[in-house]
């Protein structure tokens, strides 16, 4: 495609963007962190219901106690390795996976992103009788919440702010989801920071596996 389609500036931004998961001590200014959460705002959202909420996370308090879980729960894990019966010891994917969510703790920016509830066309027709349970469970909720990412994502990429979506840490922390915020369902958090490395780089699946004729 991009033999016969010159690159533009949203391609160079797309190519650009990368999981950072060391950063600079210095914190960007709150105001780059405002545009990234602007562009979030853009995303499309199912009958423009916008539920994705960002929970920035500054209390040392809850920045420590995630910590303290997500210590616990590789503990935990460890421990319930069973000598006897392990072909091969999962440790040191336990620990590996561990640190692709440890990271986030010390980042400068940490949130937890989510979604609230809002009314769906769903949740009408389960209302009238005609359905009995919502057919798309929260893949609507998920979808908005990645889209919102993507914007907030790229737009730092833009303005030279590296982020990183974590899923890992709900590996180690049982019931995650709503222990941040009674409203928010958290389905993932996300870092954000001056880079402190310059991945290295990864290969595209080429077009014709992403894009299947059917
Ligand atoms: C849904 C999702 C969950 C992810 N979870 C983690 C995670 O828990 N920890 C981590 O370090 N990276 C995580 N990543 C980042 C991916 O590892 C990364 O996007 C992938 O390796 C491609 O690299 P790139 O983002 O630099 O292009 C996640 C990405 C997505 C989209």
């Given at each position: 495609m991009n033999e016969t389609y010159p690159l533009s500036i949203l391609d160079e931004i797309l190519r650009k963007r990368r999981s950072v998961r060391a950063y600079q001590p210095e914190k960007p200014a709150r105001a780059l962190i405002n545009a990234m959460l602007d562009s979030a705002r853009y995303a499309p959202s199912p009958s423009h219901t916008q539920p994705v909420r960002f929970l920035l996370i500054e209390s040392e308090i809850v920045r420590t106690g995630l910590h303290q879980k997500l210590v616990d729960g590789k503990d935990r894990f460890l421990a319930a390795i069973d000598p006897n019966q392990a072909v091969k010891s999962p440790k040191n994917l336990i620990r590996s996976y561990f640190r692709f969510a440890e990271?986030?703790?010390?980042?400068p920016y940490l949130f937890a992103v989510g979604t609230v509830k809002t009314p769906s066309f769903s949740d009408r027709l389960i209302a009238a009788g005609?359905?009995?349970?919502?057919?798309?469970g929260f893949s609507d909720a998920d979808i908005t919440t990645g889209l919102s990412l993507s914007a907030f994502m790229l737009k730092g990429a833009e303005l030279g702010v590296g982020t990183c979506i974590l899923t890992a840490p709900f590996v180690y922390i049982p019931d995650l989801s709503k222990m941040l915020h009674p409203d928010v369902r958290v389905t993932c958090f996300v870092t954000a920071g001056f880079p402190a490395e310059t991945p290295t780089p990864l290969s595209r699946i080429p077009l014709e596996d992403l894009c299947l004729t059917v």
């Open positions: 990271f986030m703790i010390s980042a005609v359905l009995r349970e919502n057919p798309k």
